[in-house]
């Protein structure tokens, strides 16, 4: 609740976000904050945007479906196309312990590093070209 009460707060003055989340489920029985009616009101106004891919494609050892939900980051979609480093998805699948005892899907905390400059490039671009209506007051 708190990131979406903030993209409230950006969105009012002008400023961009994006939150990172694990896609939808499909079967829709299933919880998700997708499914909530925030996520489902913020996603409808103008300059918000659900990204839905898998970070398998941008070099995660996995597929793991991701949602993104930006704001005022036009070019999201495609940083996140461009910045692929391959077009087919991984069958590995990040489930249990390895032999070790280890989760399996600890490796899977962070994010590939073609998803944290495909982020990263669109905050810049959108920072750097967008103007902010209403002046800052410390």
Same mark, same amino acid.
């Given at each position: 609740m708190f990131f979406f009460r903030m993209l409230l707060m950006l969105y009012i003055y002008g400023g961009c976000g994006a939150l990172e989340h694990p896609a939808p489920p499909r079967r829709e029985d299933l919880a998700s904050i997708w499914c909530t009616p925030l996520a489902i009101l913020l996603s409808c106004l103008p300059g918000v945007q659900r990204v839905d891919f898998s970070q398998g494609l941008q070099g995660?050892? @996995?597929?793991?479906p991701t949602?993104?939900?930006?704001?005022?980051?036009? &070019?999201?979609?495609?940083?996140?196309? +461009?910045g692929r480093v391959t077009d087919h998805l991984p069958h590995a699948? @990040?489930?249990?312990? &390895? @032999?070790?005892?280890?989760? +399996? $899907? $600890?490796?899977? +905390?962070e994010y590939p590093p073609a998803m944290c400059k495909a982020l990263a490039t669109s905050f810049a671009s959108a920072v750097t070209t967008g103007e902010i209506d209403t002046p800052l007051s410390i």
């Open positions: 995660m050892k @996995s597929p793991k949602s993104v939900l930006t704001l005022n980051l036009p &070019d999201f979609v495609e940083h996140i196309w +461009k699948a @990040s489930i249990g312990r &390895d @032999s070790l005892g280890q989760w +399996k $899907t $600890t490796g899977l +905390k």
